[in-house]
């Protein structure tokens, strides 16, 4: 079975920069796998996660996702994608389920209304369904941020730090409920995150990124056991300050 | 995939939930439509008071040029300010990773532009017939023309604004307010191209409202249709509008390539 994302050879130059933000990246993320993307600030995942999404068109290379090609045919995959990250938000006066209703129509979602009271059953946002999105708590948002995120049943799923100023509580919620709705639903997901404990407990394997290029990758197992390290913050911080095991692999 | 209505819908609800949240959003649409109604109603009803019959006639005209005027206005400032919206609530990010496509974005904000200038028009329409008894349909059914021809005018002047906010950020959007104020001297609302420098009259004649003004003219002070002032207007219109149609899209494209719909907002 053809993997849900499929990415080759991705190039990203921005007009007037000499060095690229994103340099020869290549995965592939299977249906119902996690893929996490990690790396520090200005590593290339926010490049990426955006050539994904269609927002950024690549200098070069390759995006099939979910069997369409992002160049010529990225509003076929769009509809069966979807994205979430705390940094962009939901327009604040409206309701939440007035947020939802609009994504429900732009993703042409059928049963409008009975999905929006699944969502809102499955995320716990009943008490909070009818209240300006503005005037939640971080942790309502997060969830409404995920029920915008699954409206149209998402086959591929692209999450930039789900669970960002998340108290614990709230965070290990999200994440369980992410683990469910994988093991329910074969959705692929891409996890861009930067805890690494999430990450961890997510993820079947890790692109380690640095300076737009992919300098490891393997399952969160394989990373602990070729550093030498017992977490993956541990991991992180070796390649980041330059002590890792000299694997560039990709470059 | 085909163009969906169902996506056309789902943007413009966004934007009437919001009205329905916020009165003074409405208010605000028929705020300075009704001011200059009854600015310019005063100025009339002096003229009208002061002068003969045919000042007083010419003095409908005003009225009729201000109300006729603020249709295109409206008409572009709601199309510019309904994307701008989307900016100010930091919403792009999710509208343009949904399979929204482009046109289906224009077609949305082409519907909210007729609904924000028919809210902000039709109280001004009638309060002018209450107060000083000028009723724009006096001039017939053409009057509907001149209507479409303005509204299709502010699209495409809104398209080139809201391409200019596509290339330079949020930092273009005073665009969105003061555009047309701008080409007022050159749309002949208050006077006929003829009065202008002869430099200055293919200006004009490049700009429909032109011809729907001096097509108002000839219906409320010869009571005639004038056909081919009419026909000029569509005709450029649709020039207009395929010309900011394509630098709209062109500059949507090279926004996809700078990364400038990551951060349009800043």
Same mark, same amino acid.
């Given at each position: 079975m053809q993997a849900a994302l499929i990415v080759e050879g991705l190039s990203k130059t921005y007009p007037r920069r000499d060095r690229p933000a994103v340099d020869g990246l290549s995965f592939s993320v299977a249906r119902g796998a996690t893929l996490g993307l990690l790396g520090g600030n200005g590593a290339g995942k926010t490049t990426t996660i955006s050539m994904l999404l269609g927002l950024l068109v690549p200098s070069a290379g390759r995006i099939l996702a979910l069997g369409h090609d992002m160049a010529t045919d990225r509003f076929a995959a769009l509809a069966r994608m979807n994205f979430s990250s705390p940094y962009v938000a939901l327009p604040h006066r409206l309701?939440?389920?007035?947020?939802?209703?609009?994504?429900?129509?732009?993703?042409?979602?059928?049963?409008?209304?009975?999905?929006?009271?699944?969502?809102?059953?499955?995320?716990?946002?009943?008490?909070?369904?009818?209240?300006?999105?503005?005037?939640?708590?971080?942790?309502?948002?997060?969830?409404?941020?995920?029920?915008?995120?699954?409206?149209?049943?998402?086959?591929?799923?692209?999450?930039?730090?789900?669970?960002?100023?998340?108290?614990?509580?709230?965070?290990?919620?999200?994440?369980?409920w992410l683990e469910r709705y994988r093991a329910e639903t074969g959705c692929a997901i891409l996890l861009a995150s930067h805890n690494m404990a999430e990450v961890a407990r997510l993820c079947d394997s890790v692109l380690m990124m640095k300076q737009g290029r992919v300098v490891d990758r393997g399952s969160p197992g394989e990373l602990l056991a070729r550093y030498g390290r017992d977490d993956l913050e541990e991991v992180f911080l070796d390649i980041a300050r330059g002590r890792g095991v000299g694997r560039e692999i990709e470059a | 995939m085909k163009t969906s209505l169902r996506r056309v819908w789902g943007l413009m609800y966004r934007h009437l939930a919001l009205f329905r949240r916020s009165w003074p959003r409405v208010v605000e649409l028929m705020y300075w439509p009704i001011l200059q109604m009854v600015v310019w109603g005063f100025v009339t009803a002096y003229l009208a008071g002061v002068q003969n019959n045919v000042a007083s006639v010419a003095a409908g005209v005003l009225i009729g040029g201000v109300?006729?005027?603020? =249709?295109?206005?409206?008409?572009? &400032?709601?199309?510019?300010?309904?994307?701008?919206?989307?900016?100010?609530?930091?919403?792009?990010?999710?509208?343009? =990773?949904?399979?929204?496509?482009? &046109?289906?974005?224009?077609a949305a904000l082409v519907g909210m532009s007729m609904v924000r200038m028919f809210v902000g028009v039709l109280p001004a329409l009638g309060l002018a017939f209450l107060l000083y008894g000028f009723g724009m349909w006096t001039m017939g059914p053409v009057v509907i023309l001149f209507f479409a021809g303005l509204m299709m005018m502010g699209w495409a002047v809104a398209l080139g604004v809201t391409a200019l906010i596509l290339r330079h950020g949020a930092g273009a959007e005073a665009l969105a307010w003061s555009v047309l104020f701008g080409l007022t001297p050159f749309a002949a609302v208050f006077y006929p191209v003829a009065v202008l420098p002869d430099w200055l009259e293919p200006v004009a004649l490049a700009i429909p409202a032109a011809h729907v003004f001096e097509g108002m003219r000839a219906a409320l002070l010869e009571g005639r249709i004038a056909w081919g002032h009419l026909a000029a207007c569509f005709a450029l219109n649709l020039v207009w509008l395929g010309a900011m149609g394509a630098l709209f899209l062109g500059q949507f494209r090279a926004a996809r390539v700078r990364g400038a719909l990551m951060n349009i907002g800043e």
């Amino acid at each position: 079975m053809q993997a849900a994302l499929i990415v080759e050879g991705l190039s990203k130059t921005y007009p007037r920069r000499d060095r690229p933000a994103v340099d020869g990246l290549s995965f592939s993320v299977a249906r119902g796998a996690t893929l996490g993307l990690l790396g520090g600030n200005g590593a290339g995942k926010t490049t990426t996660i955006s050539m994904l999404l269609g927002l950024l068109v690549p200098s070069a290379g390759r995006i099939l996702a979910l069997g369409h090609d992002m160049a010529t045919d990225r509003f076929a995959a769009l509809a069966r994608m979807n994205f979430s990250s705390p940094y962009v938000a939901l327009p604040h006066r409206l309701s939440v389920a007035e947020n939802l209703r609009i994504y429900a129509h732009l993703y042409d979602v059928r049963g409008t209304e009975a999905r929006i009271a699944e969502l809102a059953r499955d995320l716990q946002l009943e008490p909070f369904l009818h209240r300006p999105a503005g005037e939640l708590s971080a942790g309502q948002k997060t969830r409404v941020a995920l029920a915008k995120a699954l409206i149209n049943r998402p086959d591929l799923l692209l999450l930039d730090e789900p669970t960002a100023s998340l108290d614990p509580d709230t965070g290990d919620w999200v994440r369980s409920w992410l683990e469910r709705y994988r093991a329910e639903t074969g959705c692929a997901i891409l996890l861009a995150s930067h805890n690494m404990a999430e990450v961890a407990r997510l993820c079947d394997s890790v692109l380690m990124m640095k300076q737009g290029r992919v300098v490891d990758r393997g399952s969160p197992g394989e990373l602990l056991a070729r550093y030498g390290r017992d977490d993956l913050e541990e991991v992180f911080l070796d390649i980041a300050r330059g002590r890792g095991v000299g694997r560039e692999i990709e470059a | 995939m085909k163009t969906s209505l169902r996506r056309v819908w789902g943007l413009m609800y966004r934007h009437l939930a919001l009205f329905r949240r916020s009165w003074p959003r409405v208010v605000e649409l028929m705020y300075w439509p009704i001011l200059q109604m009854v600015v310019w109603g005063f100025v009339t009803a002096y003229l009208a008071g002061v002068q003969n019959n045919v000042a007083s006639v010419a003095a409908g005209v005003l009225i009729g040029g201000v109300l006729l005027w603020e =249709v295109a206005i409206r008409s572009q &400032m709601g199309f510019a300010i309904s994307f701008l919206e989307e900016i100010w609530s930091r919403n792009l990010g999710h509208v343009f =990773v949904s399979p929204l496509r482009p &046109m289906e974005l224009v077609a949305a904000l082409v519907g909210m532009s007729m609904v924000r200038m028919f809210v902000g028009v039709l109280p001004a329409l009638g309060l002018a017939f209450l107060l000083y008894g000028f009723g724009m349909w006096t001039m017939g059914p053409v009057v509907i023309l001149f209507f479409a021809g303005l509204m299709m005018m502010g699209w495409a002047v809104a398209l080139g604004v809201t391409a200019l906010i596509l290339r330079h950020g949020a930092g273009a959007e005073a665009l969105a307010w003061s555009v047309l104020f701008g080409l007022t001297p050159f749309a002949a609302v208050f006077y006929p191209v003829a009065v202008l420098p002869d430099w200055l009259e293919p200006v004009a004649l490049a700009i429909p409202a032109a011809h729907v003004f001096e097509g108002m003219r000839a219906a409320l002070l010869e009571g005639r249709i004038a056909w081919g002032h009419l026909a000029a207007c569509f005709a450029l219109n649709l020039v207009w509008l395929g010309a900011m149609g394509a630098l709209f899209l062109g500059q949507f494209r090279a926004a996809r390539v700078r990364g400038a719909l990551m951060n349009i907002g800043e």
